[in-house]
């Protein structure tokens, strides 16, 4: 017996794949054969990580906080790459500080980046998903939508947000043939995490039984096993890919 991953034929939209964890996402779904939309805020960054991952990825340009925007480059990426088959809701950002400082805006922000778009994004695909009885959604969480954690209460809530979303839409769709997961990452090594204090990285790698910061390689494998047919009857779930770190 052997077992491979192909998805040939496949198209692939995955938000925040500039950089960091989505492009790692963007990179491996390609390796496995699928059609890449490789999605960020500028024009020329989108095109120049399409043209270095290859021949099957095009750049999109869009703010996933403008939902015009979103949907607009949702069926350009449909109209260039063919219907959208797995959608990866990766983009997001950090606004951390203590809930005392915390103003409305930086509540705002990480709600309409880490959340809402996600929503926007899934039901501008599902109505195609649904025809063809067939779609992969994978959302990116956080641990920290699990645990909470200290400066982060916009954060955690917009990624514990997301795991309820995914659960409800699993639901919704089962019956036809849509797969909606989490992927909670722990500590992953990119930009989001590169201003942490010598300090803090120091204790977090005592927290974590691997010893070792994420990569977004890590993260990206996760969710090919969510994306791919060995994952065919998981759905509704969140898939925790942080080292031990939360037991
Ligand atoms: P990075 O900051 O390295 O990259 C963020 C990506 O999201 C970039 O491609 C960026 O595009 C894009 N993005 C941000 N805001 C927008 C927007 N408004 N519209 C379009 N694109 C946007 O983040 P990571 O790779 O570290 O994180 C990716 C995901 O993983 C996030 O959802 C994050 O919350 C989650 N995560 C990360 C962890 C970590 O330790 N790093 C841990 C747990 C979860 P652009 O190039 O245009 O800025």
Not at 4 to 29: K, N, P, Q
Request: hydrophobic share 45%.
């Amino acid at each position: 017996m052997s077992v491979t991953i192909d998805l040939a034929g496949r198209t692939a939209f995955v938000t925040g794949s500039t950089r960091g964890i989505g492009r790692s996402i963007a990179e491996t779904l390609h390796a496995a054969g699928a059609n890449v939309a490789v999605v960020g805020r500028s024009k020329e960054s989108a095109d120049a990580v399409a043209s270095a991952i290859g021949d099957r990825a095009r750049g999109f340009a869009c703010d996933v906080t403008d939902s015009a925007s979103l949907r607009r480059a949702i069926t350009a990426c449909e109209t260039s790459l063919g219907p959208i088959d797995i959608l990866v809701n990766n983009a997001g950002i950090t606004r951390d500080n203590l809930l005392i400082r915390l103003t409305e805006q930086d509540w705002g922000d990480v709600i309409a980046a880490n959340l809402t778009a996600a929503f926007v994004s899934t039901q501008a695909v599902i109505k195609g998903m649904m025809k063809r009885r067939y779609g992969r959604i994978v959302n990116v969480a956080s641990i920290v939508g699990i645990t909470g954690n200290k400066g982060q209460a916009n954060y955690a809530a917009s990624k514990a947000g997301l795991i309820g979303f995914t659960k409800s839409v699993a639901k919704e769709y089962a019956g036809r043939g849509v797969l909606v997961n989490c992927v909670a990452p722990g500590f992953i090594d990119t930009d989001m995490t590169a201003a942490l204090p010598e300090a803090a990285r120091s204790a977090l790698l005592e927290a974590i039984p691997l010893g070792r910061l994420g990569s977004p390689v890590d993260v990206a494998g996760a969710i090919l096993f969510l994306a791919s047919d060995l994952a065919a009857y998981v759905t509704g779930q969140t898939v925790i890919v942080d080292g031990g770190m939360t037991g």
